[in-house]
C-alpha cells in the first residue's frame, strides 16, 4: 500500500511563509515527477507546481516567485516552500505522485493539508 502523507499546513498572516511537506510510504520502486496542487472553497483543484525526478521544476505562472518546489528522492518527499502568502492563497493543498510500483505505476494522492491565509 502506498501512503503520500502531507504535513506543515495551518494558519498563517497575509505575507507569511509555511513549508509543506509531502512524504511517500510502501513498495516504491521509484517516484517519477511529484506535484502539489491546491483547491479553494467552490473552485476546482489546480496544479500549483510539479517535478520531476531529476529536479526540473515548473509552476503556474501566478505563483512564481512567491512558490518554491523541491524534493528529496532518497526520502521520497516533495516539499512547498511557499512565501508572501495571501488570502487567496487559502486552500487545501494535495500531494501528487506518479509512483512506479514493483507492477506497473500508481498516481498517488495525499489527504490534503489546510492552509489558511487570513489578512
Known amino acids: 500500500q502506498v501512503q503520500l502523507v502531507e504535513s506543515g499546513g495551518g494558519s498563517v498572516q497575509a505575507g507569511g511563509s509555511l513549508r509543506l511537506s509531502c512524504a511517500a510510504s510502501?513498495?516504491?520502486?521509484?517516484?517519477?515527477?511529484m506535484a502539489w496542487y491546491r483547491q479553494a472553497p467552490g473552485k476546482q483543484r489546480e496544479l500549483v507546481a510539479a517535478?520531476?525526478?531529476?529536479?526540473?521544476?515548473n509552476y503556474t505562472d501566478s505563483l512564481k516567485g512567491r512558490f518554491t518546489i523541491s524534493r528529496d528522492n532518497a526520502k521520497k518527499t516533495v516539499y512547498l516552500q511557499m512565501s508572501s502568502l495571501k488570502p487567496e492563497d487559502t486552500a487545501v493543498y494535495y500531494c501528487?505522485?506518479?509512483?512506479?510500483?514493483?507492477?506497473?505505476?500508481?498516481?498517488?494522492w495525499g489527504q490534503g493539508t489546510l492552509v489558511t491565509v487570513s489578512s
Open positions: 501528487n505522485a506518479a509512483v512506479v510500483l514493483i507492477f506497473g505505476t500508481l498516481n498517488a
Open positions: 510502501g513498495i516504491i520502486r521509484s517516484i517519477n515527477t
Open positions: 517535478i520531476t525526478s531529476g529536479g526540473s521544476a
